[in-house]
């Protein structure tokens, strides 16, 4: 039962608390879950990975490279819980989005300070560094939004034809 | 048994293939798991999630959105095999490495840009750059690598904590 250790002292981990059941000394899970507040949190591991997942995963590795697995799968089952489609792959859609971004507009930049040094002082105003962008957009190097669903699809396609 | 679908006609899907149970008609998994290669793909699925689970997630989701789930799901698990401790977080905190990078590189050449603007022409040249660079380096805004391990303990402490 969830109300005491093997030893019978103290409480049982969040884990075990919230599986309802004995938390031994050897509980894999005791040492990153607290009684308290982490039952909540194991809740959410527990419905994407399932408990017995998670707790051959942490078996299988080094004790001191547990505490980064637990935190990294947590993020990921919240990640899972707030987005039952696309989980946290959401967050790298939006961070490759940004990459592709800040990459175009570190493009332009440099274009314009290169363009910037070839031109006489008197022409080096702003108009100048607008007509570089403006052909930089002609050229094709313009802010487009990342298009991450044609990947997923593409993704879908290959994981189906596999 | 995997022989079969539940109209006799057929293979089961991959998923069913793997899990050794019959197909059936309804089977929340069979559009996207073929039976020729997919087992070896649902087995990471099954391995990271669970069968049970990732079909209980599949089930509440319309089914155009099932096929998008999939993918992330597949990819969640297959990065997890690969890196048992960080899984695809790894690759949310190289993204956010990249990201803090070009923003480091992009306000550097910002800077540079706006203070070759103000040279006279004769100035105007690389060792100024290369000035003004320097000086960006001295008030800090250096490439450092992103220490995502420093931010990942923060994360550990904060969910140990509460």
Same mark, same amino acid.
């Given at each position: 039962m969830a109300s005491s250790t093997s030893t019978g002292v103290g409480s049982p981990c969040g884990a075990c608390k919230f599986l309802?059941?004995?938390?031994?000394?050897?509980?894999?899970?005791?040492?990153?879950?607290?009684?308290?507040?982490s039952p909540a949190q194991f809740a959410a591991i527990h419905k994407?990975? #399932?408990? @017995?997942?998670?707790?051959?995963? =942490?078996? /299988? $590795?080094? !004790?001191?490279?547990?505490?980064?697995?637990?935190?990294t799968v947590a993020y990921e089952a919240?990640?899972?819980i707030r987005d039952p489609v696309y989980g946290c792959v959401a967050h790298i859609f939006a961070l490759q989005k940004q990459v592709a971004i800040l990459q175009a507009q570190l493009m332009q930049v440099k274009a314009q300070l290169a363009y910037q040094?070839?031109?006489?002082?008197?022409?080096? #105003?702003? @108009?100048?560094?607008?007509?570089? =962008?403006? /052909? $930089?957009? !002609?050229?094709?190097?313009?802010?487009?939004?990342?298009h991450h669903f044609g990947?997923?699809?593409?993704?879908a396609q290959r994981l189906m034809r596999s």
């Open positions: 309802r059941r004995r938390c031994t000394q050897e509980c894999v899970f005791a040492p990153y879950f607290d009684s308290e507040q994407v990975f #399932g408990a @017995s997942n998670v707790s051959k995963l =942490l078996a /299988q $590795l080094p !004790v001191h490279l547990r505490c980064d697995a637990v935190v919240q990640a899972r040094a070839t031109l006489p002082q008197a022409a080096n #105003g702003g @108009s100048d560094g607008d007509r570089v =962008l403006m /052909q $930089l957009q !002609v050229m094709g190097c313009k802010e487009e939004p990342h990947e997923l699809h593409a993704m």
